[in-house]
């Protein structure tokens, strides 16, 4: 099966910005939902974006306006870079396909300070 790989992540002041890069080990280009995700403390994952295959992007609205996710089928790679990042933002990032998801990375850790 598909293997994830996320990276990226790391410790930034608030107003900084990152940019993740999910690494498949797999053709995701037939995957039609790409998915960013993330889980702070204590928290329930929640689904921050995605991108389908045609390149539409959602996002919650939390973070419209400042990230921006894309895609690289040629590389088997989706992307999130985020801007204006906010303490609030803090926690573990994975990407995953949002129907049928894949098994699971090991994420990337964000962490902005105030």
């Known amino acids: 099966q598909v293997q994830l790989v996320e990276s990226g992540g790391g410790l930034v002041q608030a107003g900084g910005s990152l940019r993740l890069s999910c690494a498949a080990s797999g053709i995701i280009a037939s995957i039609n939902r790409m998915g960013w995700y993330r889980q702070a403390p204590g928290k329930q994952r929640e689904l921050v974006a995605y991108i389908t295959s045609g390149g539409n992007t959602v996002y919650v609205d939390s973070v419209k306006g400042r990230f921006t996710i894309s895609r690289d089928n040629a590389k088997n790679t989706v992307y999130l870079q985020m801007n204006t990042l906010k303490p609030e933002d803090t926690a573990v990032y994975y990407c995953?396909?949002?129907?049928?998801?894949?098994?699971w990375g090991q994420g990337t850790q964000v962490t902005v300070s105030s």
């Open positions: 995953n396909a949002v129907f049928s998801p894949l098994n």
